[in-house]
C-alpha cells in the first residue's frame, strides 16, 4: 500500500487515502506497529504494516458506529458490543475501540446502570436483588451493579418502593398471600415485607 495523501482530522486522527482505491480513517491510538509520523505522501510499507494501518481504520468505523449508540442514550459495553456485532464488526475492532470509549469515559457501565435504575422506578417498584439481577442479565459486571446499586439507594428508599409495590397489590385485589409471593418476587426480602405489610395494617 503506497500513502496517496493524508488530511489531519484531529490530533489524534488522520483520513487516508491510498493506492488501494482506499479512503479511510484512523485513529492514531490504535495502532500498533507502525509510527503515526511515518504515514505520510509516498510511504511505503511492508503487508504486516498495512495490515496494521488496516485494522486500525476498522477499529475507528467500530469506535464511530458506537459513539452513533451513544450519542442518542447511555449504553452498556456488553448491549453495545452485541450491537455492533450484528453490524458485522468484527469483535477484535470492536473490543479496542470500546476499550478506547471507556477510557475517555464516553462509555461507563456504572453509569449506564444508575441511568437504567433512575428510569426503571418511575413504572416499576423493586428491590435490591431483583434489580441487581436485571443489570447483571445487561451484562453489567457484579462490581459495577453492585456501586450503582449503592448510589441510588442513598437517594431512593427501598421501603417506599415496598410500600408502593404493597399499595399497587392491593389495588389489584390481592390476598395477603399473593401480596406477599409479589413482592418477593420483585426482589424485597422477607423481612422488608413483613415489616411494610404489619406497618400498613
Known amino acids: 500500500m503506497v500513502i496517496y495523501g493524508t488530511e489531519q482530522v484531529s490530533p489524534e486522527v488522520i483520513k487516508i487515502n491510498s493506492s488501494a482505491g482506499l479512503a479511510f480513517f484512523i485513529r492514531f491510538q490504535y495502532l500498533k506497529l507502525v509510527l503515526p509520523e511515518s504515514i505520510c505522501i509516498n510511504a511505503e510499507f511492508s503487508d504486516e ?47 479496542r475501540a470500546l476499550d478506547y470509549l471507556e477510557s475517555k469515559n464516553y462509555l461507563n457501565d456504572v453509569r449506564f446502570a444508575t441511568f437504567w435504575l433512575n ?68 426482589g424485597f426480602s422477607y423481612s422488608l415485607v413483613r415489616k411494610i405489610m404489619k406497618e400498613e395494617e
Open 49 to 95: 504494516e498495512e495490515q496494521d494501518i488496516l485494522d486500525a481504520g476498522m477499529c475507528y468505523a467500530a469506535e464511530m458506529k458506537a459513539v452513533e449508540y451513544l450519542a442518542r442514550a447511555e449504553q452498556c459495553r456488553f448491549k453495545l458490543l452485541q450491537k455492533l456485532l450484528n453490524k458485522k464488526y468484527e469483535k477484535q475492532y470492536i473490543e
Open 119 to 186: 428510569s426503571r422506578k418511575i413504572n416499576r417498584f423493586e428491590g435490591r436483588t431483583k434489580l441487581c439481577a436485571e443489570l447483571l442479565s445487561r451484562g453489567i459486571s457484579k462490581q459495577d451493579a453492585l456501586s450503582a446499586l449503592e448510589d441510588f439507594f442513598e437517594d431512593t428508599s427501598e421501603e417506599e418502593l415496598c410500600k408502593k409495590d404493597l399499595e399497587k397489590c392491593r389495588r389489584a385485589k390481592k390476598d395477603d398471600e399473593k401480596i406477599v409471593k409479589t413482592l418477593l418476587s420483585h
